[in-house]
């Protein structure tokens, strides 16, 4: 199609498309067309924005490493990746543990702990907490034999692979469900944290006055299978952390419940295990 006014573009663009073999890649790339050039009209988007929106993607790619992904956390401060992450795996039946980003700090081969055991491998100052989670299916029966992973940040905020002051793999555990769906360790309080800042995600934050702050929670990767992997995190913060998380991570059923007792500072957590395929993610980092 030769094309005479602006007017035609889309149009044209979504005639060359349309011989697309793989019906789901044309529903998704006329999808992404259209809403891309309403977006420019929309904005009337100028020649030097355009450019510094291409030198932003070229950015995200260049600025992305073995052990950083910034074009992952690009979707994650704009709602993106919590959004997808919902949608797909919300409570099908309104009983199951809502999900929560897998974030780039899981790692395969957390070393396996008995239940009661503790997850600190090397000094780590900080509130000892004392959890304690039930994992069941959605009938409330226990699940047995699962197998959880267990990851968080220290109580300055850094991940054991962030931090030299941490041994390999400290407050990472791999635990298995007990015949009554339970599993227990002990830990320490984990503090908020920044996500990383050095490059354009940073850039942005700051322009938009966003602090860059993660609130404090621990990780948990749940699987058996027969149960569609469950992948989440329970949050340990106050109300005002909880409000402004910067990757929109917190739901509200995953606000965890803190016990402060005269045995010190406890969580408890029932984990609800939908059926479904037991799919392992995979690791950013190993
Ligand atoms: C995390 O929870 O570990 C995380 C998630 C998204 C971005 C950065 C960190
Ligand atoms: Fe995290």
Request: charged fraction near 15%; include cysteine; charge should be negative.
């Amino acid at each position: 199609m030769i094309i005479e006014r602006q007017e035609q573009v889309t149009d044209a663009v979504l005639a060359a498309m349309s011989d697309t073999g793989n019906p789901r890649l044309a529903v998704i790339m006329n999808s992404l067309v259209r809403h891309l050039h309403d977006f420019v009209r929309e904005v009337q988007l100028t020649e030097p924005e355009f450019e510094q929106a291409i030198g932003a993607v070229v950015a995200l790619g260049q600025l992305t490493t073995a052990t950083h992904n910034e074009v992952v956390l690009a979707a994650d401060v704009i709602g993106l990746s919590t959004l997808v992450c919902l949608m797909n795996n919300g409570p099908a039946g309104n009983t199951e543990t809502a999900a929560a980003l897998l974030g780039p700090f899981w790692r395969m081969n957390s070393p396996v702990t008995r239940n009661g055991d503790s997850i600190v491998r090397s000094p780590t100052p900080g509130e000892n907490l004392a959890v304690r989670c039930a994992v069941r299916d959605v009938n409330g029966a226990p699940v047995a034999g699962a197998v959880v992973d267990v990851w968080q940040a220290s109580p300055v905020g850094m991940y054991e692979n962030q931090d030299p002051d941490q041994a390999d793999m400290n407050l990472r555990g791999q635990f298995t469900t007990d015949a009554e769906g339970r599993f227990w360790f002990s830990s320490v309080k984990p503090a908020g944290y920044p996500v990383p800042t050095h490059g354009i995600v940073g850039t942005l934050l700051a322009a938009q006055k966003r602090a860059p702050l993660r609130p404090a929670h621990i990780h948990f990767l749940i699987y058996k299978p027969g149960f569609k992997t469950l992948v989440s995190q329970i949050f340990v913060d106050d109300e005002q952390q909880l409000q402004s998380d910067v990757v929109f991570g917190v739901t509200r059923s995953l606000v965890g419940k803190l016990d402060r007792g005269a045995d010190g500072l406890s969580l408890a957590h029932d984990f609800v295990l939908a059926p479904g395929e037991a799919i392992l993610p995979t690791p950013p980092i190993s």
